[in-house]
């Protein structure tokens, strides 16, 4: 049987060296290029069964952000802020111009930055599952996030995250101090309401009906961004750049693993 990172082999990959960093990514395809972003602890590989239906009609660039598969952590901490500085700099590399970008969870968290933080890089963004501010989550969701430690390390293997990692990370060993950072970065505190507000290009948000965050929120997001305060008229002209889509019967742990995904975030990601 096939390892998660021998299926859907990228056409080409590489590295960017960013802030002292090596950042791993890898294309699939060819077309209008489309940044895909993935959860904490996982990787590019674990989503190459997505990157290939997205390439069918675009040029897909998967990246393993710092400390997670194929790019080996530096002495920095993980924030969003520094890891949206690193994809900036993917985005120059590969001279993309402006790519839309996808992300889910903490790539979420890191697509929303990179759109804050370099807005002329950033032509689409779509947010899987992703919180504007800490205090979106539900409170038993920071209260797990308090137990993501180092230690937890040996009750993991089974998982296809520490598997992908033993197979693939320049030092696999360094699996429980990405546990210790990740656990650090998302006890952290944050609310990037006022930046979120002032986004000018066009947003998805896409979450399940089920997920981490409650649908108040979930609203408030999309109101942030422009959408939900009007109605929008026989015409449409109402419509504002911002969209929303909840997907039944999902969580914030399957969400991005649902065969929707591509079928909600293509049609918005295809309109000029």
Known sequence: MSSA??????????????????????VHGTGQPLIVLHGGLRTAALL?????????????????????GRTGDIDRPLRYELMADDIAALIAHLQLGKADVLGYSLGGGVALRTAI??????????LVSTAFSQKGW??????????????????????????????????????PKLLDKMGEML????????????LQMPVMLVYGDNDSLSTAYIARFFELLGGGKKDAGWDGSGISNARLAILPGLTHYNVFESPWIVETVEPFLGRD
């Open 48 to 68: 190459r069964g997505l990157s290939a239906r997205l390439a069918e009609k675009r040029q897909v660039i998967g990246v393993d952000l710092q400390a997670h």
């Open 138 to 175: 539900f409170p038993e969701v920071p209260a797990g996030m308090k137990g993501l430690k180092g230690s937890i390390a040996v009750h993991m293997p089974p998982s296809p995250e520490y598997q992908t990692h033993a197979e693939i990370a320049p030092q696999p060993e360094n699996f």
């Open 187 to 198: 006890a952290r505190d944050y609310d990037w309401s006022e930046a979120v507000a002032a």
């Open 117 to 126: 933080q370099h807005p002329n890089l950033v032509r689409k963004l779509a």
């Open 5 to 26: 990172h021998e299926t859907h082999a990228p056409a080409k990959s590489g590295y960017v060296s960013t802030n002292g960093l090596q950042l791993y990514y890898e």
